[in-house]
């Protein structure tokens, strides 16, 4: 009974390995042939006496000779001609690397050898487009010619004649069939290679013309979107692997989150670019390693901000996040988390005014600060505040409600607010019962009251409709000269105050946008 592995499944990871060694622009620089200045068919006496004429150059310091077929500037060294000369061992490579360089035929497969080499390395086919792109044109027949050299059996043949005459046991028509099944698709992975390295570089718009040509190229639709989706693995992979670091971080070291935030950003950068290069910015794939780095880096934002309680770091990275962030469940999270550390950081800036019970004094503040910036950001979050009661002051007890015959104090009205199970109540003062003037608003509950909040618009309006007809029934009646100095004074004295309040409110709003304060 036989064990251990098949011979098939070793001449498949030997011909692999082979193959990756002539990966992208390295299809035909590292071919033994062209390193050694050896012809395809040369016999092993060949071999040896080339080698030993190379030994003694390298000995004399003189340059080995080059190959008549496409020769290498500058030379190769010594070190790189005999470890090709090395690599001739191997049966399975030698066959891979004859069928990838010119026979002497000056055939059609010849032709394809010389065409492609040109190309790969010629000038790169990175630049922008022209009328008529006579470089993409020139590419796409050097890949055109393998496609149709491939596809033939010429090529085959030769190679199963090669098995005969090499007549090695390591070599077998299997191996020949492997070969068929592999190197279309190798040569589809070499445009493959340089597509990636430049969107990474560069960016979509330069991975764009390779992979044009191989879809204008012959080669089978369903092996080049094999290949493509296999080319992109590698970037996912380098993505998973950021990403996992990173959350590991926020998981078991946030204080250091925010700086594992940044790091990700610019680890994920460059594979996010080779993704979105090879497979487009709308495919699922590209979606979806955008919307994982984008939750990595919001999580490490909340961390951070947990830990620390600073907002600017966790915002700094939140913008980020939302840049990156396609699906609209990630965005809405992002969203969500800049909302509650923003609002935060807006309360930051009025915190003592909370603190004192001034809310209305602190909500107006904020508005000024929203009228002042042109920041779209900051005017949402600022309006956010404004609009869920974070703004207040901390609880205090009920306020007082009594009367003497009706004049007095009491809580009215129960405004809607966006917290389930609470409403906003205005603490009047009230005349025969009548609420008249309001004093203050509260958030409370059917049981709890959680602290004093601004004032609705109409409630403020309301306050000065009822200091101006208090100032007119003290007046009265204008024929009285006193009175109406008395009505004269109290108004200009109201309006030298909402101007002197309104002249301190905008130059703090203006500290806050000149200085950035602490959400700009």
Not at 452 to 481: C, D, G, I, N
Request: charged share 25%; aromatic share 6%; with cysteine.
């Amino acid at each position: 009974m036989r064990t251990g592995t098949p011979e098939g499944a070793v001449q498949d990871d030997e011909l692999d390995e082979v193959l990756r060694g002539l990966g992208g622009a390295r299809l035909y620089r590292n071919n033994v042939f062209r390193l050694t200045a050896l012809p395809v068919t040369a016999s092993p006496k060949q071999v040896r006496r080339r080698r030993e004429e190379a030994a003694l150059m390298a000995q004399l310091g003189t340059p080995p000779a080059a190959s008549d077929e496409l020769p290498l500037a500058p030379a190769p060294d010594w070190d790189a001609v005999d470890a090709a000369f090395e690599s001739l061992r191997s049966p399975v490579l030698r066959l891979v690397h004859e069928l990838l360089w010119p026979w002497g035929a000056e055939d059609d497969h010849d032709s394809a050898v010389r065409r492609h080499c040109a190309v790969l390395e010629g000038e790169p086919l990175t630049g922008p487009d022209v009328p008529g792109d006579p470089l993409g044109q020139r590419w796409l027949a050097a890949v055109e010619a393998w496609a149709q050299v491939l596809s033939g059996e010429r090529i085959w043949d030769r190679a199963r004649q090669r098995v005969r005459e090499i007549d090695d046991p390591r070599l077998t028509t299997g191996t020949v069939r492997r070969l068929r099944d592999r190197l279309p698709r190798h040569i589809v992975d070499v445009h493959l290679a340089l597509a990636a390295a430049a969107a990474e570089e560069l960016g979509g718009d330069a991975a764009d013309r390779h992979l044009r040509v191989l879809d204008d190229s012959s080669f089978d639709d369903d092996l080049v979107d094999a290949a493509l989706r296999d080319a992109v693995r590698p970037a996912e992979e380098r993505v998973r692997a950021a990403r996992e670091t990173a959350d590991r971080i926020a998981e078991t070291a946030p204080r250091g989150a925010a700086e594992a935030g940044h790091a990700l950003l610019e680890r994920t950068a460059a594979p996010l670019r080779t993704i979105g290069g090879l497979l487009s910015e709308d495919h699922p794939v590209t979606t979806a390693a955008h919307d994982e780095v984008a939750r990595s880096v919001n999580l490490c934002a909340v961390a951070h901000h947990n830990d620390s309680g600073a907002c600017d770091p966790a915002l700094d990275l939140l913008r980020s996040a939302r840049e990156l962030a396609r699906e609209r469940t990630a965005i809405e999270l992002i969203d969500q988390n800049t909302a509650v550390i923003g609002g935060k950081e807006i309360l930051g800036e009025v915190d003592e005014l909370c603190a004192a019970g001034k809310v209305n004094a602190a909500a107006d503040r904020l508005r000024a600060w929203r009228g002042r910036t042109d920041d779209e950001a900051l005017r949402r979050r600022i309006d956010a505040v404004l609009a869920d009661q974070s703004l207040r002051t901390p609880p205090n007890g009920m306020p007082f409600q009594g009367s003497v015959f009706g004049w007095g104090a009491y809580l009215y009205g129960a405004r809607e607010t966006t917290e389930p199970g609470t409403y906003i109540t205005t603490h009047y003062l009230t005349a025969l019962f009548i609420p008249v003037f309001p004093m203050a608003a509260y958030l409370r509950d059917a049981d709890y009251l959680y602290g004093k909040v601004p004032l609705s618009t109409a409630a403020r309006w309301w306050r000065l409709v009822v200091a101006l007809l208090l100032a007119l029934f003290l007046a009265q009646p204008f024929q009285s000269a006193p009175r109406l100095l008395v009505f004269l004074a109290i108004v200009a004295g109201g309006a030298a105050a909402l101007g002197l309040r309104r002249y301190r409110l905008t130059a703090w709003a203006a500290a806050r946008t000149a200085g950035g304060g602490a959400a700009t």
